[in-house]
């Protein structure tokens, strides 16, 4: 049931994706080193690696999506529930915003 719901807001999550542009990212040193912190895990590149799943080629919103799942909970994960939890919510938009214009 739960795995259900689940499917359904990504369903959803991934619907806004596609019908909504992304906003583009500013160039500022901030995100960079915000940004960077994901690096010692999702790989120098944010590429992935082994359990590590890629950030690169995402919209915005699937990066929005994902981050706001692991803060409220609504997606157990092994680390990114206490680490989204770091990040106020205007953080994880100019993430998404900044992730999705690496593609
Ligand atoms: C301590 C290691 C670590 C750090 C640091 C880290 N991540 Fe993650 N991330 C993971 C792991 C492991 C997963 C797989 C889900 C899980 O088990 O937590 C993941 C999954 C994700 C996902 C889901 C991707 C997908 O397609 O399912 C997103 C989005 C994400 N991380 C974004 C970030 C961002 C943005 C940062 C930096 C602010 C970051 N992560 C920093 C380890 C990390």
């Not at 359990?51 to 803060?71: D, N, Q, W």
């Not at 997606?75 to 919510?89: C, E, I, P, S």
Request: charged fraction near 15%; glycine fraction near 10%.
């Amino acid at each position: 049931m739960r795995r259900g719901l689940w499917a359904v807001s990504l369903a959803a999550g991934l619907a806004v994706g596609l019908s909504s542009l992304p906003t583009a990212a500013e160039e500022s040193v901030d995100i960079r080193l915000l940004a960077g912190t994901c690096a010692g895990c999702h790989g120098a590149e944010l590429q992935g690696s082994g359990a590590i799943p890629t950030l690169r080629g995402h919209s915005a919103e699937y990066i929005r999506f994902m981050l706001t799942a692991f803060k409220s909970g609504e997606r157990q994960a092994t680390v990114m529930n206490r680490l989204a939890a770091g990040y106020a919510d205007s953080e994880i938009d100019a993430l998404a915003d900044y992730l999705s214009s690496l593609q």
